[in-house]
């Protein structure tokens, strides 16, 4: 079997993170708590090298996983890292606003394919530079919306395909919790609007919550403070003509819940 060299950019705990606990299920087997986990349970990837600016994440990777990989590579510089080994796989782990120039390197630097986390960037023009420069290079890039393997979404996915509802006509979530900032856990519902919807999104309407008028560029701090994030209201209408409403609000109490309209039930 051919053998993929991997490598992991960001040492936070979703990137580096030891399982102690039970596997999350999936639709296609088990999922793991973090990055290195992943890596370490597939046969076929080569874990060689990570990276990150802090000497301390280093010696917590190190302590977590130096009977897995005892002749780990360690860098402070990505570019560094990706001219001298040359991964196949790229992990991007860091703060969101960086995302981009490190999938955009890893992608002219040969990477076949790169997971970045969530949200993918915190500007539309970064965005679309990556974009571009994975399509320009054949590489493979991949947003870690994880709730797309979820049995339960795959099911309600392949039910509204069957036709159990007839043609879906409206989605609605309402989705309410200390985290339901739009950058973090809320991105995951709106990313599995897009999913049921099975469509692109032909336009948007949204409104930020109270009090974020002036959050015209990303000022968040990567999600470690809930007060720096707005929540949001949106409708969503898909090219599809499925028309989607968004409701969401940072609550103490959590409550997630997903309502699909069929124009049979």
Not at 221 to 238: C, F, K, R, V
Request: one cysteine or more.
């Amino acid at each position: 079997m051919k053998t993929y060299k991997a490598a992991i950019i960001g040492l936070s705990a979703i990137a580096a993170q030891r399982p102690d606990g039970p596997d999350y299920p999936s639709a296609y087997g088990r999922v793991r708590e973090s990055h290195a986990s992943v890596f370490d349970d597939h046969a076929q990837v080569e874990l060689v090298a990570v990276c990150d600016i802090r000497d301390e994440a280093h010696e917590l990777f190190r302590n977590s996983w130096q009977d897995v990989w005892p002749q780990m590579r360690y860098y402070s510089d990505y570019r560094q890292l990706l001219r001298e080994e040359q991964p196949d796989l790229v992990s991007v782990v860091t703060p969101d606003h960086l995302h981009a120039d490190i999938v955009v390197d890893a992608a002219n630097g040969g990477a076949k394919a790169i997971l970045c986390e969530k949200p993918i960037a915190t500007t539309l023009a970064d965005a679309d530079r990556m974009i571009a420069a994975c399509a320009a290079n054949g590489t493979v890039l991949a947003v870690n919306h994880t709730r797309r393997w979820s049995p339960i979404f795959q099911q309600v996915r392949e039910l509204l395909r069957s036709g159990a509802v007839g043609t879906l006509r409206t989605m609605r979530v309402d989705f309410f919790s200390p985290r339901a900032m739009l950058f973090r856990n809320g991105g995951h519902m709106v990313d599995m609007l897009n999913f049921l919807a099975d469509a692109d999104p032909a336009w948007v309407w949204a409104e930020l919550e109270e009090g974020f008028d002036h959050f015209d560029i990303y000022r968040g701090d990567g999600g470690h403070n809930p007060d720096l994030e707005p929540s949001a209201s949106a409708y969503i209408h898909y090219a599809n003509r499925v028309r989607a409403f968004y409701e969401s609000g940072k609550l103490n109490s959590t409550a997630a819940q997903f309502t699909l309209i069929g124009e049979h039930g």
